[in-house]
């Protein structure tokens, strides 16, 4: 497979594109590297309201309709998600429709109308994507967690805001928002398909997101996590599951040992053939699922655990968890570790597999790492880890006076939650 190739046009725009000869497909992603940890006070869930808007019509496409139908009439897909520090836009097409991908992806970009009339319209579709969260208690439990783990920060906050926060964004703020954050320095376009470097520079504009530049970015605010004890958050309510969420503080993007947290989180709960799914499930029969995942952000990241259980079995699967989280410490074998490491590696050379995969996979090194590291090296990365520092990682970071636990289910009382742990 070719290496991804990268030019940085006058404008401090990053280009980064990587030719898949064999691929039918062409993926293009533009990520910015602005999210809901750079909001202001006031203005919680105008990162998100933006991406929004970008979809609602431009001067030479001036509906929805005629921003996606382009691109969905070749057989295509267009979508967008904003993210705690980073908001993307991206689109697959046929090789073939390159340039409708990428001239409507700019245009809706670097054009759009922020229409009042749609302003207020889109208020209502945010505000009942906001009630939705209400209406799935899992997703409620892993927004409880969110607030749980990182109080007072944007992290503990949903990224689509408040309604009250919603209802106050206004023209002028969302427009302030993209003038001071959609900038060529803190973009990065990344394409990936059968699509040559040299065609993929001359299909940017060279004007693409040029404004008067604010000066300086602002920072996004550091977290600062302090926890010595067990946090617990209960909310009842009248259901016939308990959904429950653990997490402990994890590591950032750039650590060193953020891939012992990878590899720790594949043994316990990545997959059927996980820890947490073999003694949970398979063995206790206690759930229908459960599993572990992993996030890393610029400075911090998180690892949770994820289930729901009968009201009268979350005290064993509670005790069972744990039960395997500390074996993680004492109890690893040589063969776990080798088969983790085969599955993040394998999992990473299927991903090239997928043009969308490989310019999300750029994109992103690109814009927190400011370099793409090859797969070669991410291996290299990954087997630097033995059962020594894959227990250590788990001794530092999975410490029970690190847990936080979010539940939503029937249940009066959290005594007997804190006595089981």
Not at 73 to 83: C, E, K, M, P
Request: with cysteine.
């Amino acid at each position: 497979m070719a290496r991804y190739q990268k030019a940085i046009l006058e404008s401090g725009l990053r280009v980064v594109s990587q030719q898949l000869p064999s691929s039918e497909s062409v993926s293009i992603l533009i990520s910015v590297q602005t999210g809901s940890r750079n909001e202001q006070k006031g203005q919680y869930g105008v990162a998100h309201f933006a991406e929004h808007m970008l979809f609602k019509g431009t001067g030479k496409r001036p509906s929805p309709l005629s921003v996606s139908s382009p691109i969905e009439s070749t057989g295509g897909f267009l979508n967008a998600s904003t993210g705690y520090e980073s908001t993307n836009y991206w689109c697959k097409v046929p090789e073939n429709h390159f340039r409708t991908g990428i001239e409507t992806l700019q245009d809706m970009m670097q054009n759009s109308l922020l229409n009042k009339e749609e302003i207020n319209s889109e208020r209502g579709v945010i505000i009942e994507e906001i009630k939705t969260i209400e209406d799935y208690p899992d997703s409620k439990t892993a927004l409880n967690l969110d607030k749980l783990m990182w109080p007072d920060s944007a992290l503990g906050r949903d990224i689509a805001g408040s309604i009250q926060s919603v209802e106050n964004i206004t023209q002028e703020t969302i427009r302030a928002f993209i003038d001071n954050f959609y900038l060529p320095t803190n973009t990065v376009i990344s394409i990936a398909g059968n699509v040559d470097h040299d065609t993929s520079i001359q299909s940017v504009d060279q004007l693409f997101l040029t404004r008067p530049f604010p000066g300086s970015l602002p920072k996004i605010s550091p977290i600062e996590n302090v926890q010595n004890s067990v946090r617990l958050d209960l909310e009842k309510r009248d259901i016939e599951q308990i959904h429950i969420h653990l997490g402990y503080p994890g590591v950032s993007i750039t650590h060193p040992d953020r891939y012992a947290l990878d590899l720790l989180n594949v043994i316990l709960g990545d997959g059927m053939s996980s820890r947490l799914f073999q003694e949970i499930r398979e063995r206790l029969g206690l759930v229908y699922d459960i599993e572990s995942g992993i996030t890393h952000l610029q400075d911090v990241g998180d690892f949770r655990i994820t289930l729901a259980v009968d009201k009268n079995k979350y005290i064993d699967a509670i005790k069972a968890i744990l039960t395997e989280v500390e074996n993680l410490k004492t109890e690893l074998e040589d063969s776990e570790v080798v088969r983790a490491k085969q599955i993040l590696k394998g999992r990473m050379r299927l991903r090239m597999d997928d043009s969308q995969a490989v310019a999300a996979w750029n994109a992103h090194q690109d814009l927190f790492n400011k370099q793409i590291e090859c797969e070669s090296v991410i291996k290299e990365y990954i087997d630097k880890n033995d059962i020594l520092k894959l227990q250590k990682a788990a001794f530092r970071y999975l410490d029970v006076s690190k847990l936080n636990i979010a539940i939503v289910g029937d249940i009066g009382s959290k005594g007997p939650i804190l006595n089981a742990i």
